[in-house]
């Protein structure tokens, strides 16, 4: 199955005798794309397994209505890159069902290309594991989140009759600079055909980026391919994204520079490794510099969604060479405004709201945070640290880069992309 939301380019098919060159993608997510169903409900489902299974059961015995629908997954993360302008393929299996039909409308309305996963599959299309994947959302009175989908009821992936890459989907990995992979991915689809992805990436020059979330530690302790999977999307990324806790997590060091560095050592093509810190900002961490910068104050409506936005802007950094401060500036900008928003999908950060949080420079800085965090025997060449002072740092003290160059630097960019956005095709 081959789907296109919007024929991305150098995938049409150019007009006889007019041979022409692709324009690199710079952005392709593989897998992970599911409906989110966002109900609220006045107790989140039971811990033990086969309790939560009978809650899903009751749940989807009745579909709820349309308006509680919303793209999820690795959605979040197109529809926040889309919307910085950047020019995305969505890589993923939805099914012919009315939930598929749905996604793919979402990710045509967001300007989105899709590329189904699978040419030829024996797998009946009316088959329940050909159906698109839902994932259940639930929101209790103290806006505490419960998630269930049938994935986590299953050892196997959600398509694990999927077995190798359609020349489709090889096509659209070629033909980006950005190849993004999550740990949720392995909710769906089976080692092999992730490790496939990533050498092939590899082999054409794409640039992987890596994002192990939660699933990090149970991949760790998993079967030996998901093991050697993890393993390998590790050792390859080019870029490496993770929560203070998943980097302790997966290198057993509490500090999360020292972790970063030490994700750097076994890595292969890692160049950054970036952890995500929530309120207190993040950090990116290369082999010869660390850069950090505080979180912008917000008032937080709804988490959900918030690390994928934040992936978003690191990638659009990224492709456009921007400094390390600087990337995760616009990082913490697009996730904090969609901190302020309700639920992920079409409710990620919007153009004008991260304008609006840069041009307030609120930043919610922590001077003696950032000065534990700096307290070990660190490595490294140069220390840098976004805030409203700029202070020159003695050795392992951070240079101050100033807020304002920074947000001088990228609200002209921003706003070029807001205006071309406005200017109808």
């Not at 598929?100 to 300007?111: K, R, T």
Request: aromatic residues 6%; charged residues 20%.
């Amino acid at each position: 199955m081959v789907m296109f939301a919007v024929a991305p380019e150098g995938l049409t098919s150019p007009r006889p005798n007019t041979p022409r060159t692709p324009t690199p993608t710079p952005l392709t997510t593989l897998g992970n794309l599911c409906v989110d169903i966002v109900l609220n409900v006045p107790k989140l489902p039971p811990p033990d397994v086969h309790d939560r299974k009978a809650y899903m059961d009751r749940l989807s015995a009745s579909p709820p209505d349309k308006q509680y629908w919303e793209a999820g997954g690795n959605c979040n993360m197109a529809i926040a890159a889309a919307r910085l302008g950047l020019h995305c393929i969505a890589i993923g299996h939805v099914g012919n069902e009315v939930y598929g039909q749905f996604l793919v409308d979402v990710l045509h309305d967001e300007g989105i290309g899709m590329v189904g996963m699978c040419e030829n599959t024996n797998v009946e299309s009316a088959s329940a594991s050909y159906e698109t994947l839902l994932c259940w959302v639930l929101v209790d009175s103290l806006q505490r989140h419960g998630f269930c989908s049938r994935a986590d009821f299953s050892k196997d992936p959600a398509f694990s009759w999927m077995s190798k890459l359609s020349e489709q989907v090889k096509t659209a990995i070629k033909q980006s600079k950005i190849l993004f992979c999550n740990g949720y991915g392995f909710d769906e689809l089976p080692p092999g055909v992730i490790v496939s992805a990533v050498e092939y990436a590899v082999e054409v020059g794409t640039a992987l980026f890596f994002d192990p979330g939660p699933r990090g530690k149970s991949l760790s302790a998993g079967t030996p391919e998901e093991r050697g999977a993890l393993s390998q999307l590790l050792r390859m990324s080019d870029v490496l994204l993770l929560t203070s806790d998943e980097a302790e997590s997966l290198t057993g060091i509490e500090n999360p520079i020292s972790a970063g560095q030490e994700l750097l050592k076994q890595g292969v093509h890692t160049k950054w490794v970036i952890v995500k810190m929530g309120p207190r900002g993040s950090i990116l961490i290369t082999r010869s510099s660390i850069s950090c910068a505080p979180a912008f104050k917000v008032n937080v409506i709804d988490t959900v969604g918030c690390g994928d936005s934040f992936v978003a802007a690191i990638a659009y950094g990224f492709i456009h060479n921007m400094p390390a401060v600087n990337t995760l500036a616009i990082a913490n900008a697009v996730g904090g405004a969609t901190a302020m928003g309700c639920g992920a999908g079409r409710n990620v950060a919007t153009l004008e709201k991260v304008i609006e949080l840069m041009k307030a420079s609120n930043l919610n800085e922590d001077d003696e945070f950032l000065d534990e965090l700096l307290d070990e025997n660190l490595d490294v060449q140069a220390i840098k640290s976004l805030s409203k002072l700029v202070i020159n740092g003695s050795e392992n003290q951070p240079n101050c880069v100033s807020l304002q160059k920074v947000v001088s630097e990228l609200l002209p960019k921003l706003k070029l992309t807001q205006l071309q956005k406005k200017v109808p095709c």
